[in-house]
């Protein structure tokens, strides 16, 4: 046996079907005869026509084919049998024992892939079967590989380039994305001339760089008109000898995402300024300068006077266009070689921020003294003093303000920026309209802030203290589901003190904590009361202060109320706010972790309008992410509001929350909602915060008789 011809070898051949075509029956019994010696198994034909016959029916590897036959001659039958897909590339040798060029270059013509010479070389004729079949399999290999791989690079969003090292283009294939990048022109054969030059040199630097060190490099880059470009992640990859492989992918709907989370986590989103993250960034960058450079800084406190009055009037919306227009002013009013920070401005000299609701702050940077800051407090009281007209109505916004300096009443943000509050306090103690510049001797409250932390201090024990509940609708079943519980004071004397007031109040005393505990406690006791009354599960919602979080062991207060007032951990929610996130971010996630075992819901409440929290989200157990009420006021008007809305609610069905929206006031914005997929909406279209009583008598009495028929 040839040694060649080993067991395996002749199993792989016996796979294999060899066609073998001759009208001489003498020849085709000895190729038969080789051939099944080397383990083939061997079919045969006497002329073209039987050959088409069996190649049909057996399908054969290799077909070893005679010219000269009666009926059909070889020509033919390999025309025959190429002209069929499954014939394309079957290897067909022509036994012939014709040696001139006109014979050779009709068989290549008819499909030939070799010739195997007449007279035939019985010894070798299996070792030549062998490696034809050999070069068809890694023929068929490549082919399979080249179509996996075509249909790969067909399905990718990306536009591939081959690049050599001095930035000649030799190969182009088109993503499958819209925004793909265009295909070079005939003109444009080097990068030089396809990009343009800041692009062109980029990409330039970056391919020398793969070809020197052989690492990928990366960049992005942008093409088109400034006001709308289409952005690109360009990556470049070695490829051969000075070759190399340039990778690009349309990223802009990331970037724009980006920019849009950005601003969300940045910006405030009705007047476009600083919110209070950013702005303490820029306190810290004007505190480095001025020590620096010896200078001062003052930060500017401003409060807008009697403001709750607008919005409770004439409502929220009406109160957001107002502070727009104040907004504008105070940037009129600032130095000329100052300018308000926004998302498209880079200048450095001042930011002017919102806290949030009427409070507004600014940075004065390269003072010389006091009196460089007093001419700002001065336009800004002058400018606001103007009457401010808005939908035929017209009135007068007054402004207390609060001027602390750095380094005179504070040498950090957070010294600086209390005196500065304490300062505008006392502006409006003075009889508001005002500006105080911080001293030494300043009370840090006023008479009337001392009585109120005074009085707070008692309301508990007076039973001053009362929950008032605000309905939470739930959109699919337009049924209550839960409702939110809101701490209200009725003074002695004052009459209700609005929560706007006592809140932060409590904050500063170091009394939030046991008010947290308190409207806790009562408000499972409520749940009971109502599941007993009426046998409806009722969900509660509790709102948890950073101060309460981090300043008690929070999960065992709850789970100690829950206890207590004997209801399921499954009917609370807990509130939290976004400044949560400022401690550490494994300390907060552990003590969710223990309520949300404990079947307690999470909620991350006023979401966008503070510390951002968009790179926690996937962190924290959360179960629902509440939109604050600026971004569903005026939705229905304001395309910027909608869009934020509708991003929120997909980004929180993406991560599998619920969406609660708050400050639902108009049936165009529950429509609204409705329409983007929000669960939960609560707000004055659905009712106001009340007592127990009014709760009961407006919607658990009515759903508890429902709910009788139901069951009936």
Not at 251 to 276: Q, S, W
Not at 433 to 462: H, I, K, P
Not at 530 to 535: I, L
Request: charged share 25%; aromatic share 6%; with cysteine.
């Amino acid at each position: 046996m040839d040694p060649e011809l080993n067991v395996e070898t002749m199993v792989n051949n016996q796979q294999d079907v060899i066609l073998v075509v001759d009208d001489d029956p003498t020849l085709r019994l000895l190729v038969r005869a080789a051939l099944e010696k080397a383990g083939f198994r061997v079919e045969d034909a006497e002329d073209g026509e039987a050959a088409l016959r069996m190649f049909i029916k057996h399908q054969p590897a290799v077909i070893l084919m005679d010219v000269d036959m009666p009926k059909l001659n070889g020509y033919e039958a390999c025309k025959r049998i190429r002209a069929d897909a499954v014939g394309a590339h079957v290897p067909i040798l022509m036994v012939t024992g014709l040696e001139d060029i006109e014979s050779v270059n009709r068989a290549y013509s008819a499909g030939a892939t070799d010739f195997l010479p007449k007279p035939i070389n019985w010894s070798l004729i299996s070792h030549r079967v062998r490696y034809v079949l050999r070069a068809s399999r890694t023929y068929q290999d490549l082919r399979t590989s080249e179509a996996k791989n075509d249909a790969l690079l067909n399905a990718m969003p990306d536009t591939l380039f081959v690049i050599r090292r001095d930035g000649t283009i030799m190969n182009f294939l088109a993503g499958s994305e819209a925004a793909t990048m265009p295909e070079p022109r005939g003109d444009q054969l080097t990068i030089d001339t396809y990009l343009p030059k800041d692009v062109a040199e980029c990409w330039s630097s970056r391919i020398r760089a793969v070809i020197n060190d052989g690492r990928p490099q990366q960049c992005e880059f942008q093409l088109g008109d400034a006001d709308a470009p289409y952005h690109y992640e360009l990556q470049i990859v070695p490829y051969l000898n000075d070759l190399t492989l340039a990778i690009v992918r349309e990223i802009t709907d990331r970037k724009r995402a980006e920019e849009a989370v950005h601003k969300l986590a940045y910006f405030d989103t009705l007047t476009g300024l600083p919110n209070r993250q950013l702005f303490q960034q820029q306190l810290s960058t004007a505190i480095k300068r001025a020590a620096e450079n010896g200078t001062k800084v003052a930060a500017l406190y401003v409060d807008l006077d009697n403001f709750k009055r607008i919005n409770d009037t004439l409502g929220h919306n009406f109160g957001d266009a107002v502070l727009q227009t104040i907004a504008e002013r105070l940037d009129r009013c600032i130095r000329s070689d100052d300018s308000v920070l926004r998302p498209d401005a880079d200048n450095t000299e001042l930011r002017l921020a919102r806290l949030g609701g009427d409070e507004f702050v600014a940075i004065l940077q390269d003072l010389e003294d006091a009196d460089d800051a007093v001419a700002v407090t001065e336009r800004i009281r002058t400018e606001l003093r103007r009457p401010v007209e808005h939908l035929g109505h017209e009135f007068v916004v007054t402004s207390s303000i609060g001027v602390a300096l750095y380094p005179d009443d504070g040498e950090d943000i957070d010294t600086l920026l209390k005196n500065a509050d304490v300062a505008m306090y006392q502006a409006k103690y003075a009889g508001r309209n005002s500006v105080r510049f911080y001293s030494g001797t300043m009370s840090l409250r006023s008479l009337e802030r001392l009585e109120l932390e005074n009085g707070l201090r008692y309301a508990l024990q007076r039973d001053e203290l009362e929950l008032h509940y605000q309905p939470q609708i739930d959109m699919a079943s337009e049924k209550m589901v839960g409702v939110e519980a809101l701490l209200r004071w009725k003074h002695p004397e004052r009459g209700n003190i609005p929560p706007s007031t006592f809140i932060p109040l409590a904050e500063e005393c170091g009394l939030i904590t046991p008010l947290g505990e308190w409207v806790l406690r009562r408000a499972c006791r409520q749940v009971r009361k109502w599941q007993e009354k009426f046998g409806l599960k009722i969900d509660m919602a509790v709102n948890i202060s950073s101060q309460q979080f981090f300043h008690s062991d929070v999960a065992e207060v709850v789970l100690q109320a829950i206890f207590d007032a004997g209801i399921a951990p499954t009917s609370l929610q807990l509130e939290l706010t976004e400044t949560i996130l400022m401690h550490d971010v494994a300390e907060i996630v552990q003590t969710l972790n223990k309520l949300k075992k404990a079947g307690v819901s999470l909620a991350m409440d006023d979401f966008g309008t503070g510390y951002s929290s968009l790179s926690y989200l996937q962190q924290l157990p959360l179960d629902t992410l509440k939109i604050d009420r600026s971004f569903v006021a005026d939705l229905e008007n304001n395309k910027g509001n909608a869009a934020i809305c509708a991003a929120i609610i997909a980004m929180a069905h993406n991560l599998e929350l619920d969406v609660v929206a708050e400050g639902v006031e108009t049936q165009a914005q529950l429509e609204y909602l409705r329409s983007q997929g929000c669960d939960k909406i609560q707000g004055f279209l659905i009712g106001k915060p009340v007592t127990a009583t009014e709760i009961e008598k407006t919607f658990l009495q009515t759903a508890a008789t429902e709910s009788k028929v139901d069951s009936v």
